[in-house]
Structure formats: structure tokens, C-alpha cells
């Protein structure tokens, strides 16, 4: 059994899907996703909608901060503009957008929920995965 980390996807599913057929994960392998499916690259839509897919090796989801900051702004309009500056506007565009104020609703319940059950990390016995950042002094729970 391997672990496999990939992380800062941004968006860009044709470079995943050859990164994993060159390391070929196994059934019995696991993959952990560190976080940064979405934003810059053309296809966070159609990425979001393969990491919801039933893949042929186990997997773990993280949370990175353009997640975050989708999440954020969904939940608060003050931080939109500065999502669309961080690479949420070809996220946007991969769902369809054309600046309609109201834009929450073109992302599926599927792709939010994904999005809302990410971990902030992983522990395992010989690792402690995160997306970018594990400060020594804070409970890994919180953040």
C-alpha cells in the first residue's frame, strides 16, 4: 500500500488525470488530495465533478485556501471581489458565469457539499498532512 500527497490542482484536470496514470495508484493505495481543486486553471467544474466520482483508489480530501475562500464568500458578498482577484473568476466561468450577482447557485449541492466535508488535515502514523501550513502552537482541529 502507498500514500500518495497531490496537491494545488487549480482547476487543471487533464494535468491530475496524467500525473496519476504515470504513478498508477492501486486499489489498496491511497491518494490524499491536499487542497486547491478549484480556481486559475479552465476546468474546476469538471474537476470538482471527477473528485465526486467513485475512484478506483481510496482517497482523503483537504481543504486549501481557495476552498476557503469560495466557502467565505459565499457565506459573506464583502469577500467575493477578493476571490475573483485570487483565480475564483475561471471558477466561476467553468460553472457558466457572466457576473450575475447571484452565483452560489450555479455550483451543484454536489460540488458544495464536497467542498464542506474537505478536512483540514490528515495524521497518519509516520505523517501529518495539510494544505500549506501547521502552526506548532494551535490545535490541528481549528485550523
Given at each position: 500500500m502507498k500514500l500518495y500527497a497531490i496537491g494545488d490542482i487549480h482547476g487543471c484536470l487533464d494535468a491530475l488525470e496524467a500525473l496519476l496514470q504515470s504513478v498508477d495508484p492501486q486499489p489498496d493505495d491511497t491518494v490524499v488530495f491536499l487542497g486547491d481543486y478549484i480556481?486559475?486553471?479552465?476546468?474546476?467544474?469538471?474537476?470538482?465533478?471527477?473528485?465526486?466520482?467513485?475512484?478506483?483508489?481510496?482517497?482523503?480530501?483537504?481543504?486549501?485556501?481557495?476552498?476557503?475562500?469560495?466557502?467565505?464568500?459565499r457565506q459573506n458578498p464583502m469577500l467575493f471581489l477578493d476571490w475573483l482577484l485570487c483565480g475564483g473568476q475561471a471558477t466561476l466561468e467553468s460553472y457558466g458565469w457572466n457576473g450575475q450577482l447571484k452565483w452560489a447557485g450555479l455550483v451543484?449541492?454536489?460540488?458544495?457539499?464536497?467542498?464542506?466535508?474537505?478536512?483540514?488535515?490528515?495524521?497518519?502514523?509516520?505523517?501529518?498532512?495539510?494544505?500549506?501550513?501547521?502552526?506548532?502552537?494551535?490545535?490541528?482541529?481549528?485550523?
Open positions: 480556481d486559475r486553471g479552465p476546468d474546476s467544474r469538471r474537476l470538482l465533478d471527477w473528485l465526486c466520482s467513485d475512484l478506483p483508489f481510496n482517497t482523503t480530501f483537504l481543504r486549501g485556501n481557495h476552498e476557503i475562500m469560495m466557502m467565505e464568500s451543484p449541492d454536489q460540488h458544495w457539499n464536497f467542498l464542506e466535508t474537505t478536512h483540514s488535515y490528515l495524521e497518519t502514523d509516520d505523517f501529518i498532512l495539510v494544505h500549506a501550513n501547521a502552526i506548532p502552537t494551535l490545535d490541528m482541529a481549528r485550523h
